[in-house]
DNA sequence: CTACATCCTCTAGCGACTAGAGGAGCAAGA
DNA sequence: TCTTGCTCCTCTAGTCGCTAGAGGATGTAG
């Protein structure tokens, strides 16, 4: 019972995390269960804004769920060291220079296909020609 | 019922496309259903195995499988325009530079949060720091 | 004949939501 | 007071592109 009190949907608006998603967060326990109102609706507090913010700044940064709990409960113990948030933090640094690295070649390709396509007709076509080319490594596939 | 003719397995390893995977292409409809030999195993022969690099090399490149039957199916023409295919590979080359795009901002952001954390006790720690400060605008999230 | 590999179908699970059904609560205007 | 219309509730199922596993049939080598 905290001194100003929102319901879900302005919560959603100030957070900028939809009101599903809210809940959704609430079942998988990254989000404390709401206190309700009489009439069973979620109330939230300035404290359950400031984290649920938090909790999308980190999903805008790529961050998995699991890794925002940990990261959540680092923050909720200020005295600890915070090596396991940098740790969290460089782990997921180097999951995205991997990624940029994989979709600059990605990038490039694509490139060469649609540049060397001179829209004729699907006989002549670099990009199915490209495509159907099997001179290629087995490599794992792009996610995204 | 071809010359030569593969088992499943053997499909997988010459097309580098698992073999369960190779099956939930064919209920999906994005292979044809196979051959079957008597005991209900399913044949595959040099064209289907043409097929499935021509998806898998596809897939590498992030194509979606409903962009890829597009795809087969103006290969499987060829006498059509390849203007429908160009458009699929320019959009997928714009969807790509978006997200390079995006992947190098939050690569330094994320670049920023390590460099300027001094490793000491959370309070202090600019990992949390950054991801609780709220001021940032509200952004869609990042997908991988 | 017996291992053992490979194959079959079917169902369920992954992550992180999103969509929709079906119903209840609540504030404001007529 | 009634009614309109918005917000809220719970619950289930769907998204995408697979992947994992159960439980059983078939094929092959020794």
Known sequence: MSKVDFAIGE???QSGVKVPTIRYYEQIGLLPAASRTEGNRRLYDRRDLDRLAFIRHARELGFEVDAIRTLLSLQDDPEQSC?????????????????????NALRDELLRMVEE????????????ETLADATHAHGRLAEA
Do not use: Y
């Not at 090596?83 to 933090?89: H, Q």
């Not at 396509?117 to 199915?128: E, K």
């Open 117 to 128: 396509c001179a829209c004729g007709r699907v006989g002549d076509c670099r990009v199915i």
């Open 83 to 103: 090596a396991a948030a940098d740790a969290i933090a460089k782990a997921r640094l180097i999951e995205v220079e991997k990624r940029i690295a994989s979709l």
């Open 11 to 13: 919560a959603a608006r």
